[in-house]
């Protein structure tokens, strides 16, 4: 059963009516964020019940020992993680001396929490009766800015309803946080010092190990009926946590409110002896504009970012809702300001995975960013990689590769490999095709070939070094093979000649080829730089050349289809039709022994090289793939039903691409998977945006044009979207019968629709 108490809306994910058992997976679902620090939308107030308590400061993170049964040659030492930073939202509330808790109070009506995505901003309303009968109205709003990412705001109100009421607000920081996923509960934060003047508070804590430097600080106003009051307070600090308290007599219907600013600031960005007068500034910028006005300044923002991102669906308003939502957590998550920061898969949005960089962002969220930014955002996505070349070097020679071959880790906070499965860190090698493919696939689109002279191509010859030395010649087979490998279906572990892998390998070495040539002779001076330090030579690229062109790929000719991995047709092939419903998700109710005999595929797999090379292969023989691999399926990973999504557009089955559509946009707002509570599934959102815009939008580079095939499932009226493109903003409006095309400024556009050429003039609508 997947959970539905998520009301429907445009522009908004709004809950009514609280109910405990969902508190855990509120949190993620309505979590914040501003690319710079991410919080879970824990309550303000104090809350005894089940609660998963996370505030995250983007690039903080603590190496921690890896947790294993026993010790492998080549493992990583530690497992990055995200750290749980102090909390400083916290305010607590009491009520002539009975603390407000949703756990324990006697009764709780009108609750309400919206989420609104359109402005940015988190907001929480309800009326309760406290264990003393006194009922109380409280409303909260909170945002973390989009224009001082370093800071936070909370507007917090409480209304004494049936009588007078002594209330005191406790507005509070506190240092003593552990994270939930702690290998050995090691001790992740240091504390240094803990000050407190005017109204200000600040706690600096070092991480350990990895020695960040942060200051967690807060100021707090109260004002009573909107008017700001000079209250007493009472300061009390502990070695963990500092607060201050403001105590009102509180009339009948009277409302008191604290507007408390709060946040973070860190050694990546300032000096790291200078960090409480850093928080001084910015809390000095905050209070001067104070809640309203930096909330106008929110709205602004977002409203650029809605101008260039939004996408709209008429006529299905949870197809509605879910797209903003994977749209808006995007953008909370990351806005390409800072090169030596990635997308973590849950964001800031939980601990699993540990916050780190995986393949998705390569696979992912590249054409997102790409065609909803300025492609310098997707460029800084590059140079993250190339930044961390030579901990890819490393990480390759610690498996026993030589002469400059790179291994990207599989998770990674700072270029070091740090997962610690071997199936995985060892075996699922597949994403170094994926960096390499991204590097392509900017090019394609931005027309930027700068960028592969000045960067890429070094990544791109490491990347192929590494294919030529893991790949082993057969001698009875007369090829090449890539033995001991983990496909993206990690549902199959140490298997051989996984055909993704192999084909992704022999494209990786083409592709290195064939940039090597065009800089040496279009670039002449990088080239003489890139041939001095990798040291390439004429006879180690034949070298190359004699894998790529002898590449083993396992075939099926009884269906005339590419396997998966040699010996896919030896398996028990029971569709997942056939398979017994109360066995799903597999991976909770199997052994990892019988699942890795079954024929059940997590992701797509084949189908992924598919998505990549479309162009490789014709219509025929993707329906075909589709046709086999498909049905094997069980999309228990998030990143498997957006691939599905565009792939069934593509050959018209509109109604699959349309289930497989709002199974990817609602994975988290329905909980499919049964795991929301631990965070959402941040990369696989981008996944979502390419279901609309690649799939139903059909939208493709060809022959260096932008290309559409534009369809739309028949349960919506039309849909429209904006793409980026070289320097270039086109509005696509597509209906049941017709779609519109409108550019909006520059040089006129030549595309191609349904494989004919159209031209689009600024200021023209075109409609076709």
Not at 251 to 267: L, W
Not at 305 to 322: F, L, P, S
Not at 369 to 374: G, Q
Not at 432 to 441: H, K, L, S, V
Request: charged share 25%; proline share 2%.
């Amino acid at each position: 059963m997947n959970q539905d108490y998520i009301i429907p809306n445009e522009w908004s994910i709004v809950e009514e009516g609280f109910d405990p058992k969902t508190v855990k997976s509120s949190e993620s679902l309505f979590s914040i964020g501003n690319g710079a620090m991410g919080q879970r939308a824990n309550f303000e107030e104090d809350y005894s019940g089940e609660t998963f308590q996370g505030s995250y400061i983007a690039g903080v993170y603590y190496p921690d020992k890896t947790r294993v049964g026993w010790w492998k040659n080549g493992y990583p030492e530690y497992f990055a993680k995200v750290l749980n930073a102090p909390n400083w939202i916290g305010i607590n509330v009491f009520v002539n001396q009975e603390k407000l808790d949703l756990n324990t109070c006697k009764e709780i009506s009108n609750f309400r929490r919206e989420l609104n995505m359109k402005e940015g901003w988190l907001s929480r309303s309800f009326k309760a009766t406290l264990q003393n009968n006194i009922q109380i109205n409280v409303v909260s709003k909170r945002f973390l800015s989009l224009q001082f990412d370093e800071l936070g705001v909370i507007n917090y109100s409480v209304t004494p309803i049936n009588s007078d009421a002594e209330i005191t607000l406790t507005s509070y920081l506190d240092g003593a946080i552990t994270n939930e996923d702690t290998n050995w509960d090691d001790q992740f934060w240091n504390i240094t010092d803990i000050t407190q003047e005017n109204h200000q508070s600040f706690i600096q804590a070092t991480t350990m190990k990895t020695d960040f430097h942060t200051c967690t600080f807060m100021e707090s106003r109260v004002f009573v009926d909107n008017q700001l009051v000079n209250l007493d307070c009472e300061e009390i600090n502990s070695s963990a946590s500092v607060s201050t308290s403001y105590t009102n007599q509180t009339k009948q219907g009277q409302t008191i409110a604290i507007h408390k600013f709060g946040g973070y600031v860190v050694d990546r960005n300032h000096d790291k002896f200078k960090l409480v007068e850093a928080a001084k500034n910015i809390l000095k910028k905050g209070t001067d504009l104070g809640f309203e006005k930096l909330l106008e300044l929110q709205k602004k923002s977002w409203t650029q970012i809605w101008d260039m991102a939004d996408i709209t669906i008429e006529g299905d308003v949870k197809a509605q809702q879910a797209i903003r939502f994977n749209i808006f957590q995007l953008n909370q998550t990351y806005l390409g300001t800072d090169a030596s920061l990635n997308i973590g898969p849950k964001g800031f949005t939980g601990e699993k995975y540990g916050g780190s960089t995986y393949w998705d962002t390569e696979a992912y969220c590249i054409p997102f960013y790409m065609a909803t930014k300025d492609q310098k955002v997707a460029r800084t996505l590059l140079e993250y990689r190339y930044n961390h070349l030579e901990k890819a070097i490393e990480n390759a020679e610690k498996l026993g590769f030589k002469n400059g071959a790179a291994l990207y880790p599989m998770v990674t906070m700072n270029g070091e490999e740090c997962h610690n499965e071997w199936e995985i860190t060892f075996q699922e090698i597949h994403r170094n095709g994926a960096i390499a493919f991204a590097i392509y696939n900017y090019h394609r689109y931005t027309n930027d070939y700068s960028y592969i002279p000045e960067k890429g191509l070094e990544v791109l010859i490491a990347i192929a070094r590494f294919w030529h030395q893991r790949a082993t010649y057969s001698t009875d087979k007369g090829k090449y093979v890539i033995l001991g490998v983990t496909g993206p279906n990690e549902y199959e572990n140490n298997i051989n000649n996984n055909w993704y892998t192999n084909y992704i390998a022999k494209w990786c070495i083409d592709y290195a080829v064939e940039c090597l040539y065009k800089v040496a002779d279009a670039y002449r001076e990088d080239s003489i730089r890139i041939l001095k330090k990798t040291k390439v030579t004429k006879a180690e690229i034949e070298k190359w050349k004699e894998v790529a062109e002898n590449m083993f790929f396992p075939y099926s000719e009884e269906h005339k289809v590419f396997l998966q991995q040699d010996g896919f047709l030896d398996k028990d092939l029971v569709t997942v039709a056939d398979l017994d419903q109360s066995q799903r998700p597999i991976n909770q109710h199997w052994s990892w022994d019988r699942i890795l005999r079954s024929p059940y595929i997590k992701q797509a797999d084949t189908l992924q090289g598919f998505y990549f090379f479309e162009d490789h292969f014709s219509e025929e023989e993707l329906e075909r793939h589709y046709n086999f691999y498909e049905p094997f399926t069980v999309h228990e990973s998030s990143l498997s039903p957006c691939v599905h999504s565009v792939q069934a557009a593509k050959l018209g089955k509109m109604d699959e691409a349309y289930t497989f559509y709002l199974r990817t946009s609602r994975l988290d707002l329905d909980d499919y998977n049964h795991e929301v509570h631990e965070g959402l599934h941040i990369t696989s959102m981008a996944g979502t945006w390419m279901s609309i815009v690649e799939g139903f939008g059909g939208m493709r580079v060809k022959d260096n044009k932008l290309s559409f095939t534009p369809r739309i499932p028949k349960q919506w009226k039309g849909y429209s979207f904006k793409i980026n493109f070289r320097n270039q903003v086109l509005k696509v409006n597509i209906h049941q019968n017709k779609t519109d095309f409108e550019l909006d400024s520059g040089d006129e556009l030549t595309i191609l629709v349904n494989d004919k050429l159209v031209v689009v003039t600024p200021n023209d609508l075109v409609t076709v």
